[in-house]
């Protein structure tokens, strides 16, 4: 089995096994074919994730919603799967010969390959999504479910000369990963200050957490039944925190949100390293009528990401996403959007822009698709659900 398999099955099914990428700001199908943007164009379906706050912004008539999503992303910015599959290859050569000259350009062919793993990383995301919304006739409320299976890989202690790179305890590839299964209790309510309508929301939450840590020469990377055997697993308990969220409509049409994250903070040992919840802030701004939605949001914060190691620094965001929905009616909606990772110290591949698109249904049901893309990151989300 080739290392890419085997590292997106250890990756992602390592981690995965351990449950029934969470990230900071997590989006849904609706959010994200529209370029990630929801801090002021969130429903009542969606609010609970995007800003507790725009519960108070249902669509008329809907005072009942529904909605079960799963989503997954994989990025890969630097072909990372890509280099270690070919030094396992050139590894592969090095053991079939015994010419002293072919030994000696296999080893140089793996030290240069060795030498383009510093920095490099990829990352898998996993979400799934259920959460029902009431609202009532002085405020809003719903109950949500999240889980979201991150995890991530990159290559330290590089070897150095042509004889280190065969040495078991240089080039480990370290492999870490994080359930966050996340409950929450939303309400919101509205105001009229000076004229004009003014919400305001707070969530209290419960996240359970897990992980999987492992560490292995890229020489002997096994197969995903190994790594579940030889990784590390840990029960972490729970983070107890609160989101709050406020949104200012202008008009009818303009509406400025914000949504602040984990206003109480945590960390958790895993021995070698910490795994902070840290707070987070997002802001958006929406004009909206009955046939179109254009927004943007942006990350008043860089978010680091819900791992532990150090190395996964890279991974690091801070969004600025835009994205439009045109309505047709309420039966059908198209969205399309971008957005682009502005943080600071993270590659260059990390920084492309991300195109989005995404389609809405309304066929008794509501059935919401959407995708991402990039050069070396894909993405996409359905969901599903009902309101009235």
């Known amino acids: 089995m080739k290392i890419q398999n085997k590292i997106l099955s250890i990756v992602a099914l390592s981690i995965c096994s351990q449950s029934a990428i969470s990230i900071p700001f997590t989006f849904e199908g609706r959010s994200l074919g529209m370029g990630g943007v929801s801090v002021a164009t969130a429903d009542l379906a969606t609010a609970s994730w995007a800003n507790p706050a725009m519960l108070t912004n249902q669509r008329p008539g809907d005072d009942f919603s529904l909605l079960i999503g799963l989503g997954a992303f994989v990025r890969d910015d630097e072909d990372l799967i890509s280099d270690i599959d070919n030094f396992q290859a050139a590894n592969d050569r090095l053991n079939a010969t015994t010419d002293p000259t072919e030994i000696a350009n296999i080893s140089n062919e793996m030290l240069g390959i060795v030498q383009g793993l510093d920095g490099k990383d990829m990352a898998v995301d996993v979400s799934g999504i259920a959460a029902v919304g009431m609202a009532f006739k002085t405020f809003a409320m719903s109950l949500s479910v999240r889980a979201d299976v991150i995890g991530a ?31 929450g209790l939303s309400i919101a309510k509205a105001y009229k200050i000076y004229d004009r309508k003014v919400s305001i929301g707070i969530k209290p939450k419960v996240v359970d957490l897990q992980s999987f840590i492992y560490q292995e020469s890229i020489l002997n990377v096994s197969d995903a039944s190994d790594v579940f055997d030889e990784g590390v697993k840990s029960d972490l308990g729970t983070f107890v925190s609160f989101d709050l969220g406020a949104a200012i409509d202008f008009t009818r049409s303009f509406r400025l949100g914000l949504n602040v994250r984990n206003l109480l903070t945590d960390e958790f040992d895993l021995g070698v390293a910490k795994l902070s919840f840290e707070t987070n802030a997002r802001m958006g701004l929406a004009y909206h009528n009955r046939y179109l939605t254009v927004a943007v949001d942006y990350d008043l914060t860089e978010n680091k990401p819900l791992l532990a190691n150090p190395a996964f620094e890279n991974l690091k965001t801070q969004y600025i996403g835009v994205g439009a929905e045109f309505n047709a009616f309420d039966f059908m909606q198209l969205r399309v959007g971008a957005r682009k990772n502005v943080a600071s110290g993270i590659s260059d591949k990390a920084k492309d822009t991300a195109l989005t698109a995404g389609l809405g249904f309304w066929l008794g049901f509501n059935l919401d698709v959407a995708a991402t893309v990039t050069e070396n990151s894909v993405g996409a989300f359905v969901q599903t659900g009902f309101r009235f």
């Open 153 to 183: 890989g990159t290559v330290t202690d590089l070897a150095t000369t042509a004889a280190e790179v065969v040495d078991p305890t240089k080039n480990i590839l370290n492999l870490e990963g994080v359930v966050a299964t996340e409950f």
